[in-house]
């Protein structure tokens, strides 16, 4: 009997996370790791279309943005139900979401992530433009937070913190399910070539779309949670500079891998709170260390933890051939 | 007749890469195209197989025009066909590689994948069947769980046709299967087609190599500069003239 399973590693990994603001008696730390976890929601959107996908996006933080604003201006405006208006910024992301692939869709490679950063900015600019609606760079101010389910209140760090640990253990158990699948082999098939792919009978089109709309629902719905965990929002939150943070997460955890986007969230913004003494000068930790990464472990830390797992099992078979080998020889 | 092409024309601007072609592939034959380098075999493949649209003509399947129908559809209708450089994804294992093989034979969805509902774990089933079958047929059942990256290019050759068989396809087309691997493993792969062949599959290659194609083949199209020059059984195709010419340039007596 091994102790030291994967399952048991994930199932204390889940504990700890659950006992977590029982043990941080600071709220600060809760904070932080609330809004670490809603950056990674985010980052599994970007991760199910560019990592599994093969198609970089760059308007993801746009889709954020849409998540957050139309959950903002449904409660603020229209005065909506907390979880109702959940579920329509979700709705609204994703059709727009929808438009956008369809178009987008049809540019590959560079001329995607150039045509989606393009994207990205214009939602940015209709944000910080439109006055009327958005209320420009004032930003929207007072929304509520979560509504209460029966007697459960979100009014608390701890209860916030919870609520979003629940949406992004959901998160990741859709992403470990569909990554699994054959649904998600189909998609592995698109990245790894699409030619091949349409050979063997994937519509492609079809399944770029439904990948594209899956990861702008879950960059809308972590933007959403944003706006009722902040209670703020300006158009900041789409601007090219989170996109390129939201980007960084992925690239170090590990793009393409199923732990990487929580493995480089936490890492970077852990890391980024607590360099805050050096201001703007913390690129120059950041930008080297992402270079390094990129060029020796193009999958990350999680990837390069997998290649390592890997390459361990490998040897460990190599080993029993050759005992095998050796064996048949002297019998 | 299984596949029918029509006055099938292809330009390229002012290149026409596959002019006026007619050519035509009986069930349960082995078919073969030659030519020099650059007398449109690959782009005849392409019309085929739906990546391109052909500028005029057509393409029957069984009778059904089939000229306008995207590469997915065509795939799906049973016909299969691999790439001249072998496109697998090294970071993964041989099975992992083909069982994506069968899943234009299955039905499930985004959904059933998130509820992993029964008929996932059905189809899942099926395909991972399914890729164990066509990789014993093609000789790799040992090989299923190396990666891609680690098995010898003959090997990758092996995979890039049990990914086609997966697809459960009538006819398959091999665009080069033995370019780049040594004479012996040539045979065994010469082997491979004439045992697809004996199971009932259709085959229509490219080759270059003469002496595999006479062997292999029962009926043969020579193209050049885009036309067909000739067509017959290898033994026709072994003393045609303009045939000799193409390959030789200049006069016959060469």
């Known amino acids: 009997m091994r102790i030291l399973t994967k399952r048991n590693g994930i199932i204390a990994l889940i504990i700890f996370a659950f006992s977590f603001p029982y043990i941080a008696q600071n709220d600060y730390y809760l904070h932080m790791l609330t809004l670490s976890f809603i950056w990674a929601i985010a980052v599994y959107g970007i991760n199910l279309l560019s990592g599994y996908t093969g198609y970089l996006s760059l308007a993801h933080a746009g889709f954020f943005a849409i998540g957050a604003y139309s959950l903002g201006l449904l409660t603020v405006k229209a005065e909506m139900n907390f979880w109702l208006a959940l579920i329509c910024a979700c709705l609204i992301t994703c059709a727009i979401g929808f438009l956008i692939g369809l178009i987008a869709l049809r540019t590959k490679e560079h001329f995607f992530a150039i045509y989606t950063l393009c994207v990205g900015y214009i939602i940015y600019l209709v944000i910080d433009k439109w006055e009327g609606l958005t209320e420009g760079v004032r930003g929207l101010i007072g929304i509520p937070a979560p509504g209460n389910i029966g007697p459960i209140t979100f009014d608390t760090a701890a209860s916030q913190y919870y609520l979003v640990l629940i949406f992004l253990l959901a998160v990741i158990l859709i992403m470990y399910r569909i990554i699994r699948s054959l649904t998600g082999r189909t998609y592995m098939a698109i990245r790894n070539s699409e030619d091949l792919a349409q050979t063997i009978g994937i519509s492609t089109m079809k399944n770029k779309l439904t990948a594209f709309v899956l990861s702008t629902f879950f960059a809308g719905l972590a933007g959403a949670l944003y706006a009722s965990f902040i209670r703020f929002i300006g158009p900041d939150i789409g601007s090219t500079a989170i996109m390129f943070d939201l980007l960084m997460y992925l690239l170090v955890g590990g793009i393409g891998t199923l732990s990487g986007p929580l493995v480089g969230t936490l890492l970077l913004v852990i890391l980024s709170q607590n360099l805050q003494f050096l201001q703007e000068y913390r690129m120059l930790i950041f930008g080297p260390l992402l270079t390094v990464i990129i060029i020796f472990y193009p999958r990350g830390i999680a990837g390069a933890f997998y290649d390592w797992q890997r390459k361990r099992k490998d040897n460990e078979l190599s080993g029993v051939r050759g005992e095998l080998h050796i064996k048949a020889e002297e019998g | ?254």
Do not use: W
Request: proline share 3%; glycine share 8%; charged share 25%.
């Open chain 2, 1 to 254: 007749m299984l596949i029918e092409t029509k006055n099938l024309t292809k330009r390229f601007g002012g290149l026409a890469a596959v002019n006026n072609v007619d050519f035509s592939i009986e069930k349960g034959r082995i078919n073969a195209i030659i030519g020099p380098n650059g007398a449109g075999k690959s782009t005849f493949f392409n019309l085929i197989s739906g990546f391109h649209r052909p500028t005029s003509g057509t393409v029957l399947f069984k009778g059904i025009d089939i000229t306008k129908l995207p590469a997915n559809e065509i795939a799906g209708l049973g016909i299969s066909r691999t790439f001249q450089t072998t496109s697998l994804f090294d970071q993964s294992t041989v099975l992992d590689n083909v069982i994506v093989g069968h899943r234009l034979r299955t039905k499930s969805n985004l959904v059933d994948a998130i509820l992993r509902t029964k008929r996932l774990k059905r189809e899942e089933a099926a395909c991972r069947d399914k890729a164990m079958e066509v990789l014993d047929i093609v000789g790799l059942t040992e090989s299923a769980d190396r990666m891609v990256s680690n098995i010898s290019q003959e090997e990758k050759k092996r995979t890039a046709i049990a990914l086609a068989l997966a697809t459960e396809p009538e006819i398959i087309f091999l665009d080069e299967p033995a370019a780049g691997i040594n004479p012996d493993e040539t045979e065994g792969l010469t082997e491979l087609i004439k045992k697809l062949n004996q199971s009932g599959l259709t085959v229509c290659l490219i080759e270059h190599k003469m002496h595999m194609i006479m062997n292999l083949a029962d009926h043969i199209m020579v193209l050049n500069y885009g036309e067909k020059i000739a067509e017959g059984t290898p033994k026709e195709i072994r003393g045609n003239e303009a045939v000799i010419k193409a390959y030789l340039g200049g006069s016959a007596s060469a």
